[in-house]
């Protein structure tokens, strides 16, 4: 698990690759990743968009935005978390992804970025 607080958020990644819909021989890797959002700071936020930037080890990049995560804007009052998981197709056995969230402060309504910490999508027989 990699993790990673900015702007009194920490976002937590924890991945794992799916065998099951993966299909090697024609190039095709997916990891699935859950994410737990914690929010440290004195008040409520909500986590408005997210901007991925997407690698694999071939050289090829890919950038995804959009609103929210998994179809929701969740809001996170202070002290609490949300967790939700997703998942990423790469054409290599290796790959890895980083971004950022956008969210809102609901007391001020002033919006403000966290980073998603840089996480390795490896297809474990590359380990040995």
């Known amino acids: 698990m990699v993790s990673k607080i900015s702007a009194g958020i920490k976002v937590s990644v924890e ?54 995560v998994v179809g929701q804007q969740p809001v996170i009052l202070s002290g609490q978390h949300f967790q939700y998981s997703s998942g990423c197709n790469l054409r290599t056995e290796i790959g890895k992804m980083h971004g950022t969230y956008t969210l809102e402060n609901l007391n001020t309504k002033q919006q403000f970025k966290v980073k998603i910490p840089a996480f390795q999508m490896i297809v474990p027989t590359k380990y040995n």
Request: proline letters at 4%; a negative charge; hydrophobic letters at 35%.
């Open 15 to 68: 991945v794992y690759y799916q065998p099951d819909y993966s299909n090697p021989l024609n190039n095709e890797f997916m990891f699935a990743y859950r994410i737990t959002i914690e929010n440290s700071n004195a008040f409520a936020v909500k986590l408005l968009t997210r901007h991925w930037h997407i690698f694999d080890s071939n050289g090829e990049q890919r950038e995804v935005e959009g609103e929210g």
